[in-house]
């Protein structure tokens, strides 16, 4: 129940194009999903961050789309650019849970010029 | 300029020896974490504290114990070290009710 389910594993896209990283949840506790991104030899950092009250959230060419009925929020990055090439994490969070926060499996992305 | 500092980029230890990792965030943050990165495994936690001496389990602690004696730092402890333990490990931490996670670079464990 505490599981944050995270697809695909790896993507390849090219350059212009739309990247999508998708992730589902079961606990519906959780009430914070960010998004980290970790670049090689990097600790992961925050990239943006949805609650369920919205539906979408838009920071500039990353998106986050929300469907708290079906317990999935996934990460769409328009335009991809090479300097995108990282690695994405999913996470999930519930203020009811003393501030742990659990990641999903991870999706490493390579945008090819 | 928020900081997350582990003690060490890269760790070669034995079979069997006890292992220390260090971790100092100087954000005054209550909550600190150790996670644990294997490929395709994503981020998994092992331990987390909440406020000195407090500390609860994570998804894997077993084989790794903690200690957060002061509210700046988290140590992550291995016992003995076994070579399933080599892996990235990397420390967090993040103020409630701001949940934004800060980490630290990792340390890359080797156990030979």
């Known amino acids: 129940q505490q599981q944050v389910k995270q697809s695909p594993q790896s993507l390849i896209v090219q350059k212009g194009g739309i990247s999508i990283i998708n992730c589902a949840y079961e606990n519906t506790a959780f009430d914070y999903f960010p998004w980290y991104q970790q670049f090689p030899g990097k600790g992961p950092a925050l990239l943006i961050a949805?609650?369920?009250?919205?539906s979408e959230k838009k920071e500039g060419r990353f998106t986050i789309s929300f469907n708290k009925s079906a317990k999935q929020f996934s990460l769409h990055i328009m335009d991809s650019q090479p300097g995108d090439s990282a690695t994405y994490f999913c996470a999930a969070y519930s203020s009811s849970n003393t501030g742990k926060l659990i990641f999903g499996q991870g999706t490493t992305l390579q945008v090819k010029p | 300029d928020v900081k997350v500092t582990q003690s060490s980029r890269y760790l070669v230890k034995r079979t069997g020896e006890k292992v220390f990792l260090e971790c100092v965030q100087d954000m005054d943050h209550e909550n600190m974490f150790w996670y644990r990165q294997d490929p395709g495994l994503g981020l998994r936690l092992i331990y987390f504290?909440?406020?000195?001496?407090?500390?609860e389990k994570g998804d894997i602690p077993e084989g790794y114990s903690v200690s957060r004696e002061k509210k700046e730092r988290f140590s992550l402890i291995l016992e003995s070290a076994s070579t399933n333990q080599t892996s990235m490990y990397l420390c967090?931490?993040?103020?409630?009710?701001?949940?934004?996670?800060?980490f630290g670079q990792g340390t890359r464990l080797t156990v030979v």
């Open positions: 949805i609650r369920p009250d919205v």
């Open positions: 967090a931490s993040s103020s409630v009710p701001n949940t934004e996670a800060f």
């Open positions: 504290s909440y406020d000195v001496k407090m500390k």
